[in-house]
């Protein structure tokens, strides 16, 4: 039997932080055909809080440390506020939309990251072999499309904070035992620039060759690194296509294409 196709997408915070441009995006996600996943981090309002709050912002090699002062932002801006919005903005589109975090339904259980090398503090990896399929699969099934914000627990009345980039690529991976699984990475840019100051410089086709060269030139660097990291992750784990565009591109098949 042929599996139905699923498409998972995440947005990144860049373009949660811009009101019409998130507007955009979801509008075109609302449009794509169910069933479908929609992943998102947090933007800068949780940065913002913890600045008022006056709570330092760590990050290492574009991955937030979270102790547990930023965890609680985290989980009233991304659980919260944003999720929320989120749902709203695509009950607007006529997308049924229901926000979760990985706690409800236990459908996304993390692990705590171990402090060895780097103490990320209260972060949470996945399985995608824990991923919770067959509750997610249920929601689809009667019409409803699963927001996840980027938390997640583990199983012992603990929430993590978790890459967004990260649980879209897992989430991808674990769904991809029922469901033929396109994902694809909407942030900002109109994909991979081979000059990050040029929009028309995107690189069509990105292999794990290319990834390690461009990394070792510096074209790749920063928040760029877990997010391709996290694409190949997701092809190398039964994920049958993978894209990184612009929010403007949802629905349009342009942008790079992981290999």
Known sequence: MTMKELTVVKIGGNVIDNPSALDSALKQFASIPDPKILVHGGGAIATELCTKLGIPIVMHEGRRITDVETLKVALMVYAGLTNKQI???LQKYACNAIGLSGADGDTIPATRRNPEPIDYGCVGDVDPAKINAVMISSLLGRGM????????????????NTNADTMASC???GMSSLYC??????????GVLENPDNEDSVI???THERFEELKKSGVVSKGMIP???????AVDHGVQEVEIKGCDDIAKGMGTIIK
């Open 227 to 233: 997010k391709l990291s996290n694409a190949f992750f």
């Open 204 to 206: 069509p086709i990105m």
């Open 87 to 89: 749902v709203a903005i």
């Open 145 to 160: 499309t699963p927001v996840f914000c980027a938390i997640t627990h583990d199983g012992n009345g603990n929430l993590l």
């Open 171 to 173: 989430l991808a991976a």
């Open 181 to 190: 699984v396109k994902l694809v990475y909407c942030f900002e840019k109109a």
